[in-house]
């Protein structure tokens, strides 16, 4: 298969997946979560992956949690990372599916990132067959807090199998 048609594939993929993507979005968007402070929004994405049959690590870095899809062929283990936190921020966008936690909102799109990142996995678990390598996929607690990238990768998110390239939302 060449790229072109991997391409085809995910952007189809992708596109029927819009609206369920969307959903989590706002679900996630209505209950914001502040740094280390993500239960809610890491059982949403613990529950999601384990609806899709994904092998995860829940509990790094406090509320963290690192998927792995292995593909079908040897090849590089490359990993996507998303934030989950929120913001300490008065929501006033009178959005149907607005902030329901007084002083706190998803202000930095971190709502988006975490639905953007279970989309991937979806898309991408369900084409495991033809992926060569392996995909970690990274959900980060408490980036606005500070310092969760580095519990993270000290409680190893990046090893076992060991990640040779991260490509991550901001």
Same mark, same amino acid.
């Given at each position: 298969?060449?790229?072109?048609? /991997?391409?085809? *594939? *995910?952007? @189809?993929?992708?596109? $029927?997946? +819009?609206?369920?993507?969307? %959903?989590?979005?706002?679900? =996630? ?19 999601? &992956? ?15 949690? /690192?998927? !792995? *899809?292995?593909? #079908? ?8 990372? +998303?934030?989950?936190? $929120? !913001? ?26 975490? %639905?953007?990142? &279970?989309?991937? +996995? $979806?898309?991408? #678990?369900?084409? @495991?067959? *033809? !992926?060569?390598?392996? &995909? @970690? !996929? =990274? ?8 310092? $969760? %990238?580095?519990?993270? /990768?000290?409680?190893? +998110?990046?090893?076992?199998?060991? /990640? ?7």
């Amino acid at each position: 298969m060449d790229e072109k048609e /991997v391409f085809e *594939i *995910i952007s @189809k993929e992708s596109l $029927a997946r +819009a609206d369920w993507m969307w %959903a989590l979005r706002t679900r =996630i968007h209505r209950y914001p979560e502040l740094g280390y402070e993500e239960l809610q929004t890491s059982d949403i994405v613990a529950s999601v &992956l384990a609806d899709l049959g994904i092998e995860m690590r829940r509990g790094i870095a406090g509320t963290g949690i /690192v998927g !792995l *899809i292995s593909g #079908s062929a040897p090849g590089p283990v490359v990993a996507l990372r +998303a934030d989950m936190d $929120a !913001l300490p921020v008065t929501e006033k966008t009178g959005a149907p599916y607005a902030s329901t936690r007084p002083g706190i909102m998803h202000a930095c799109g971190h709502d988006g990132h975490t %639905a953007m990142l &279970l989309g991937a +996995a $979806a898309v991408l #678990s369900s084409m @495991k067959g *033809i !992926l060569p390598g392996s &995909l @970690k !996929l =990274i959900f980060q607690p408490g980036e606005e807090a500070g310092g $969760a %990238a580095e519990r993270m /990768v000290s409680e190893g +998110a990046l090893a076992d199998p060991n /990640v040779q390239l991260i490509y991550g939302v901001h």
